[in-house]
T-cell receptor
Framework: KAGVTQTPRYLIKTRGQQVTLSCSPISGHRSVSWYQQTPGQGLQFLFEYFSETQRNKGNFPGRFSGRQFSNSRSEMNVSTLELGDSALYLC?????????????FGQGTRLTVV | GQQVMQIPQYQHVQEGEDFTTYCNSSTTLSNIQWYKQRPGGHPVFLIQLVKSGEVKKQKRLTFQFGEAKKNSSLHITATQTTDVGTYFCADDGSGNTGKLIFGQGTTLQVKP
């Protein structure tokens, strides 16, 4: 069974640009969550989608958005990039989100904003 | 909002020594999950604790959930170089909404 796939793996963008990251969950998984990982803030929850609906959102500005498609693939978008958005963006999938469900993480997309 | 604190931030041990990382919360934790992230890698699920006072073992790793469900710990006996990485605890407090609240992690270095 293929794992969680995130594309691209690495990205360099300029301040003010926008970026779209993609996540393909494990086949059959309907829940996709996104996390931002930085050395200073650690792993922070961005949002979670289940069956194309956003069920929860973290404390990030509106520049961060996402969506999920009918095949459970998810994208997240960051507009008007700032230097502080440089981070590893991780996507995690789960079959569903009943309490205690294990999250399977992808390799992440390393975003550098210059 | 809820915060999960994890200590220590870094730990350097000699191979063969034991290692413990602690996870604490000011509020009651729901389910605690533990993940390991190797350098350059992504978090990988290790285990989940649900019940108050629960203890689970995986070979040299022992996981505990406090009686009041406000703390948890991971203990590694006789560390090996393959144990190197960052260990995170995460509260699955929001149940069915997919939000994990992670501790800051403990980075373990093992000297051969």
């Amino acid at each position: 069974k293929a794992g969680v796939t995130q594309t691209p793996r690495y990205l360099i963008k300029t301040r003010g640009q926008q970026v779209t990251l993609s996540c393909s969950p494990i086949s059959g998984h309907r829940s996709v969550s996104w996390y931002q990982q930085t050395p200073g803030q650690g792993l922070q929850f961005l949002f979670e989608y289940f069956s194309e609906t956003q069920r929860n959102k973290g404390n990030f500005p509106g520049r961060f958005s996402g969506r999920q498609f009918s095949n459970s693939r998810s994208e997240m978008n960051v507009s008007t990039l700032e230097l502080g958005d440089s981070a590893l963006y991780l996507c995690a999938s789960s079959p569903d989100r009943t309490p205690g469900t294990e999250a399977f993480f992808g390799q992440g997309t390393r975003l550098t904003v210059v | 909002g809820q915060q999960v604190m994890q200590i220590p931030q870094y730990q350097h041990v000699q191979e063969g020594e034991d290692f413990t990382t602690y996870c604490n919360s000011s509020t009651t934790l729901s389910n605690i999950q533990w993940y390991k992230q190797r350098p350059g890698g992504h978090p990988v699920f290790l285990i989940q604790l649900v019940k108050s006072g629960e203890v689970k073992k995986q070979k040299r790793l022992t996981f505990q959930f406090g009686e009041a469900k406000k703390n948890s710990s991971l203990h590694i006996t006789a560390t090996q170089t393959t144990d190197v990485g960052t260990y995170f605890c995460a509260d699955d407090g929001s149940g069915n909404t997919g939000k994990l609240i992670f501790g800051q992690g403990t980075t373990l270095q093992v000297k051969p």
